[in-house]
Structure formats: C-alpha cells, structure tokens
C-alpha cells in the first residue's frame, strides 16, 4: 500500500503589503493572479463591485502570465473576438495611465499575407468585417511589404493586409497594471 502525503495549507488572513485585515465574506473572490484574474477583478471594481478580492498562491505572475508571448492583434474570423482584442488593445492605455504602470506597449503594426487565392478571399472578408467594426486594417502593395520586411520576398504572395493595431506588451507589466488600476476603483 502507498503513503498518503499530509500538507498544510497556509491561509494568511491579512493584506501584508497594506496592513489590513482581509475580509471574511466577499461577493466575489477570483482566484489567481494572473492577467486574466486581475483583468476580472479590474473590470468588476470598475463597474462598482468594491466587494471583490483576488487571491493568489504566491505573487502576482507566478503563474504563466510571466512567461506568456504578450502578442497583440486584431484579426481573427469571429468578429466578437476582434471587437473583444481591439476593446483591449485600447484598455492597456487606460489601465497604463490609471495605474502609473507601464505595461510596455509597442504598436509596431503587422500584416497578414495571402499566399494562395483562398487565402486572399479569407483576407478580403476579414478586411470587409473589420471595416465594419471601425478597425484600421488596409491593403499595402507588395512594394511596401517588401520595404517593410526585407526578409520577405513578395512574389510569393497575392496581397498583403496591414493592420495598425498588431504590436505586443510586457505581461507582467500589464498583470500589475491592472492589479493597482483594480486598487484605485477600490477592490
């Protein structure tokens, strides 16, 4: 027969960093610190849930948020999505200023190539639903493609789509912002 192993869950029942008491009853309490847990807990304070509390393991980021890409794009074939990345894209400036936190934005822009005809039919969709939604992606010519990224040849390709909005961030930066952004609408 095997061992069953005993271990001890510590509970601290104070903020060590503020010096106040935690609460013993909360309406809402996320669990995880991450930049999804900490973007719940922002949205939730912002909208005038003061009665939530986040609670994390360890230390904010000890999760995979530290380690994570931190890409940022708008296209995608469900518009909700795009409307959702483009919404968030926008956040990171506020959560930036509201906190005092860089979240280390680069808008570098991107582009998306159509190698094939289906690809180009894709892309044209895409573009249409984007238009649609007040989202900045337009057509650039080969040329530009080329002169924008000179490890790309461009006669491989049918068209090239170009979209403003594609860049990335620093994820742990972003986590923290939102966290203290949370802070100052009172979670």
């Not at 742990?172 to 609408?185: D, E, I, N, R, V």
């Amino acid at each position: 027969m095997g061992t069953m192993a005993q271990s001890t869950l510590n509970i601290k029942t104070d903020d060590e960093a503020t010096g106040k008491k935690l609460p013993s009853h909360v309406k809402v309490a996320i669990i995880g610190g991450g930049v999804v847990g900490c973007s719940i807990l922002y949205h939730l304070a912002k909208f005038g849930w003061k009665d939530a509390i986040l609670l994390e393991r360890d230390e904010l980021t000890s999760g995979s948020s530290w380690h994570a890409a931190g890409q940022i794009h708008t296209i995608s074939s469900d518009p909700n999505i795009s409307r959702l990345q483009s919404y968030t894209i926008g956040l990171y400036k506020e959560i930036e200023e509201l906190s005092g936190q860089s979240v280390g934005l680069h808008m570098t822009g991107g582009f998306y190539l159509a190698s094939n005809k289906t690809w180009w039919d894709y892309l044209k969709r895409e573009r249409s639903k984007a238009r649609y939604m007040g989202l900045h992606q337009e057509w650039i010519d080969l040329k530009e493609l080329a002169d924008k990224h000179p490890l790309i040849d461009p006669k491989h390709y049918y068209a090239a789509l170009w979209d403003d909005q594609d860049g990335d961030l620093d994820p742990s930066g972003t986590t923290y912002a939102f966290a203290k952004a949370a802070k100052q609408y009172g979670a």
